[in-house]
């Protein structure tokens, strides 16, 4: 998953690709994922550097057990809004600009 998202380095160049990007809830997982954890998961309890995903949007870890949710810590925390509307909101912020970074989109 470390080199996956790449389009204007790592944020959408268009609509067009925003949207296959981020069609479901999953695939805006993955990319805070990829966000989080550029590496791959790294455990931020015991710092294990293994685990795997689980359903919900979470990583388990392989030492510890514990569940880590992917947008803990993350404004999309306790969301009530799916996960692609947050995008799309972010997405014609950003697009609003200049530019946008994976840090802009993070925060
Ligand atoms: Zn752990």
Redesign the pocket.
Known sequence: MSDRPKGGVHYPRSTGEFQSWFGTDADCLDYLAWLRWPQGFV?P????PS?WAVVGGSFK?A????ETAVTAGTLFDRRRTPLTVWFAVCWQFATAKDGVSAQSLQR
């Open positions: 455990c309890q015991c710092e294990n685990g870890c030492s510890c057990k514990k």
